[in-house]
């Protein structure tokens, strides 16, 4: 018995000894850009790797990670290439962020999801981004961001979303799943970088060959997060006067909104309830009068309405149907439709909650 119980305390100390082992040959890998090299005709990947304690001791600028790049004339070819760059073992189940450039995203994104479809060894909830006017690469090298880590500050502004910062989470199973509905166009939130800064900006959309087609504006891509019910921050905001020359404005906060869609062989009516509130009174509205209230949301009722006008009419000239409206419609008629050709009626019903204001607006 005695010699049982220590042939098993040798195996589990050999087993831990070996475990620590390979946990130490691993680089972790946390975000991943892939671009594309027109006139060599490759694939270029490049991992940011969080550093591990020996690799920041011998860091002179305290960096939390390091980059690794490789390339390739296959995907395959360009993410192997990159173990020749390090010894280690590259990790992927901890990958927060992968950022495509617009030349990827434009005509190469099929092989790159096929690429991660395939490999057991990537987790597939990191979230998707396409690098706007830059390339993948730069954006992944930026140092601008406060903790270093730019895959990081990418993942916390994507869960954090603000009215600086208009995204969409879209990880690689939810696109995934647009990629297989034959109905459905996909879409994908994009980041900027401007003065130096980061910036989650617009929303990129693509027609039914998984082509980008073009990047909505801001406006437009806060009108697809409502219609997608992905919204959690959109900002609205009305011109109430203008004094010296200067802008005054009432601003809303829309937190929460519920969708109804009828679609019909002709029309598409869609009701939009929205929930609302107040971020800023520049023009001291007496908040405390109810008919403020019915001023201002019918204001934003035509604010938002016209936004909501103006984005599908640019999904139809880009033939891109990110909102379903053919699937829905097959769905309960098993029959298909042009969403191109039918009327979009929209109507907007925006209501501004009033809990919490307890302060009188002093008129001066």
């Not at 830059?134 to 502004?157: F, G, H, P, R, W």
């Amino acid at each position: 018995m005695k010699k049982i119980i220590i042939l098993l305390f040798f195996i589990f100390l050999s087993c831990s000894c070996c475990d620590y082992k390979e946990l130490n040959n691993l680089a972790i890998v946390s975000g991943i850009a892939i671009d594309f090299d027109n006139e060599k005709n490759n694939f270029k990947i490049t991992f940011e790797v969080l550093n591990d304690d020996e690799a920041s001791d011998n860091s002179k600028n305290d960096n939390r990670a390091y980059y690794v790049s490789g390339s390739g004339k296959t995907v395959t070819e360009a993410f192997n290439s990159t173990n020749l760059e390090i010894s280690k073992i590259l990790y992927l189940n901890h990958v927060k962020i992968m950022i495509m450039s617009e030349e990827i995203a434009t005509k190469k994104s099929n092989q790159i999801i096929d690429y991660f479809i395939r490999n057991p060894n990537i987790n597939i909830m990191f979230y998707m981004l396409v690098a706007k006017e830059n390339d993948a690469k730069t954006i992944l090298k930026s140092t601008s961001t406060a903790n270093k880590v730019v895959s990081e500050s990418l993942y916390t502004m994507i869960e954090n979303t603000t009215s600086e910062n208009l995204s969409l989470k879209v990880n690689l199973e939810d696109y995934v799943d647009l990629n297989v509905n034959p109905m459905q166009d996909l879409y994908l939130p994009t980041v900027t970088k401007k003065n130096n800064k980061l910036k989650l900006e617009g929303v990129a959309i693509f027609n039914n060959k998984n082509e980008l087609k073009d990047i909505l504006s801001y406006s437009e891509s806060q009108a697809i997060n409502i219609l997608l019910n992905k919204n959690r921050n959109a900002f609205y905001k009305y011109k109430c006067s203008s004094e010296n020359g200067e802008d005054k404005y009432v601003i809303i906060n829309i937190y929460k909104q519920k969708l109804k869609f009828n679609i019909t062989n002709s029309n598409a009516n869609i009701n939009i309830n929205l929930m609302a509130r107040i971020e800023e009174n520049q023009c001291n509205y007496d908040l405390k009068d109810k008919n403020n209230y019915y001023k201002l949301q019918n204001k934003f009722n035509k604010i938002i309405k016209k936004d909501l006008d103006k984005t599908i009419e640019t999904l139809i000239n880009n033939d891109s149907d990110v909102l379903g409206i053919n699937f829905k419609y097959y769905k309960n008629n098993n029959k298909k439709l042009n969403f191109k050709e039918i009327n979009y009626n929209f109507k907007v019903n925006t209501s501004i909650n009033r809990n919490g204001l307890i302060f009188e607006v002093k008129k001066k």
